[in-house]
């Protein structure tokens, strides 16, 4: 398994795109009684390995509607509440890891700008 280290310069993504995935969860949770609706969900690996690419162009992050895996109630909807709860918190705990990541930088930059006291 090979490892990639997220780069400074992807923190800004990183935090939209745990942003942009806590909000199509909630949109999930608030339809969980709406006929018809199904679940939606980014990728989040592609989404930030998109990000990383060096061709310099910032791609549009795709909401996918979720096929597989998920019991179709009558209604024609598949929200589970359950997995959409566990999904908002991993998403919570990915933020709060970013936001983290961003101070690290900032106090090495400071560092850096008082001398290294």
């Known amino acids: 398994m090979a490892s990639t ?3 400074p310069a992807n923190f800004e993504r990183f935090l939209e795109l745990t942003s942009d995935r806590e909000q199509t969860v909630a949109a999930n949770m608030a339809n969980v009684d709406t006929p018809g609706y199904k679940t939606k969900d980014i990728n989040f690996r592609q989404a930030m390995l998109n990000a ?3 061709d310099g162009q910032v791609e549009f992050t795709p909401v996918v509607s979720k096929v597989g895996g998920l019991l179709e109630r009558p209604d024609g909807n598949n929200v589970d509440i359950d ?3 566990l999904v908002l918190a ?4 990915q ?3 970013g936001t983290q990541l961003v101070k690290g930088q900032f106090h090495e ?3 850096a700008i008082n001398g290294g006291s």
């Open 95 to 97: 933020y709060q890891l």
């Open 90 to 93: 991993k998403t919570q705990l």
């Open 5 to 7: 280290s997220l780069l």
């Open 83 to 85: 997995r959409e709860s």
């Open 52 to 54: 990383g690419s060096d």
């Open 109 to 111: 930059l400071l560092s």
